[in-house]
């Protein structure tokens, strides 16, 4: 007769989801009402954030969606009414039902990223950048790749392969340019009728980057059709994309996990309890204070007002109005004596 297995304490394991939070990936609503944060504990938590910044509104119930305990959301991303989850060795779409605030259980649809025959595991969807007027999705994977998915018919159209470990960050410009930064300390250019990358940049290689305490990795990269802006173990640098010169390097003391374009500044957070705002020059804006002891995902919009969410190792969202000052937390586990108004939907629909 085989030993008796212990129930497991629900009460217990809330508690460690609730302590050991971490948050890697947000997105909204096309419409912008709503924000989608996922985290490694394999849950989607769904806010409205419709006239958010009128401290006198009551606020909608936040809304908490499980995926499943072995699946960790690594990324997200929205396109025409389905939220797009990035997890172990697959992409796949959820059905945003907007009128009644409810996401489907069931996956609508969903892209496996292909194995290698030599592979050891699944590789995990990193990262993901959406270029909505071609319907397609780029996504940054653990093998080293990144693919090129088409929305409309859920084909992999193709891949663009060339760094040497797996991709932390992806992103683009235009119709045809795209960008993605490695683990293997290179960010690499494309441009999507080509095979193979037209540009490379090794910010370790620079002097006055590299900080070799913190390795060579890339973790994030951003551009506009001018500039590009990347970190990771070396310091945050943007980059002018014509001459491929840094143009100036940014002070954050952390690994750089997050970076961004805001309005006329530069957004980066990563392994340190603040997230900054630089101008272009290097100048600090603004240091905001997060609940954080490392930041992992940020998202923000200006219409038809300013909202930002930044999230990572803590149970809060860390919410700014104004891109100066933390205005506002939302809390995602909610202690049991504070639940009211928290909805869990895993066994709904």
């Known amino acids: ?6 129930l497991r304490d629900p009460m217990e394991d809330y508690n460690i989801k609730r302590f050991y939070n971490c948050v890697c990936a947000q997105t909204f609503s096309t419409s912008g009402k709503f924000l989608f944060a996922g ?10 954030i419709a006239n958010f910044q009128n401290a006198e509104e009551a606020r909608e119930p936040l ?13 997200l991303s929205f396109h025409r009414g389905f939220l797009i989850v990035g997890s172990i060795g697959v992409v796949y779409g959820l059905k945003w039902v907007e009128e009644r605030a409810e996401l489907a259980t069931q996956r609508a649809w969903e892209i496996k990223i292909p194995l290698d025959v030599e592979a050891i595991e699944v590789p995990d969807v990193n990262c993901m950048w959406l270029r909505p007027e071609t319907d397609s999705l780029y996504v940054g994977c653990g093998d080293n790749v990144v693919y090129e998915l088409d929305l409309e018919d859920g084909r992999i159209v193709r891949n663009y392969k060339g760094h040497e470990d797996y991709i932390h960050g992806v992103c683009g410009s235009g119709l045809d340019k795209l960008y993605s930064a490695s683990e293997d300390g ?4 494309w441009v999507t009728n080509q095979k193979e990358s037209t540009a490379l940049i090794e910010p370790h290689r620079k002097e006055n980057l ?11 990269v951003a551009a506009n059709d001018d500039w590009l802006l990347c970190g990771g173990g070396p ?12 143009t100036s390097d940014f002070p954050f003391p952390g690994k750089v996990h997050v970076c961004d374009f805001v309005e006329d500044m530069v957004f980066v957070g990563g392994e ?36 930002m969410s930044i999230a990572g190792f803590s149970n ?34």
Request: hydrophobic share 35%; with cysteine.
């Open 39 to 48: 985290n490694r504990s394999g849950d989607i938590f769904v806010q409205s």
């Open 272 to 307: 340190h309890a603040n997230a900054q705002f630089y101008a272009l020059n290097g100048k600090l804006r603004a240091d905001i204070k997060t609940e954080n002891t490392a930041v992992y995902s940020a998202v923000w919009k200006t219409d038809p007002e300013r909202f």
């Open 316 to 349: 809060w969202l860390s919410i700014l109005n104004d891109f100066r000052f933390l205005d506002s937390k939302i809390e995602l586990y909610q202690s049991k004596d504070n639940e009211n108004g928290t909805k869990n939907m895993e066994n709904d629909m």
């Open 210 to 220: 590299v900080r070799p305490e913190m390795g060579k990795w890339q973790g994030a």
């Open 235 to 246: 310091k945050l640098s943007i980059w002018h994309l014509r001459s491929m010169e840094c």
């Open 186 to 189: 290179s960010v690499r250019m």
């Open 1 to 6: 007769m085989s030993p008796l297995i212990p």
């Open 63 to 75: 809304k908490i969606y499980s995926q499943g305990e072995e699946l960790e959301i690594n990324s």
